[in-house]
């Protein structure tokens, strides 16, 4: 529910330099390959770096 808030709020206040960073997010998160039982440790902690940094960019405007 506060993510859900957190968002709301940031597409109300965001601005351009937001927006450029959430969809810099985006591509950088997309071009990964999401981990599976194989994935070598290392790659595991890019995935998750990137994906809690792709959250966390979605909420930074509110």
Same mark, same amino acid.
């Given at each position: 529910m506060?993510?859900?808030v957190g968002l709301?709020?940031?597409i109300e206040h965001g601005y351009i330099a937001w927006?450029?960073?959430?969809l810099l997010s985006y591509i950088r %998160?997309?071009?990964l390959q999401r981990p599976?039982?194989?994935t070598?440790?290392?790659e595991i902690e890019t995935w998750n770096v990137q994906h809690r940094a792709s959250h966390m960019g979605? %909420?930074?405007a509110c």
């Open positions: 506060l993510k859900e709301r709020e940031s927006e450029e960073k959430v %998160i997309s071009r599976g039982d194989t070598a440790a290392a979605l %909420i930074a």
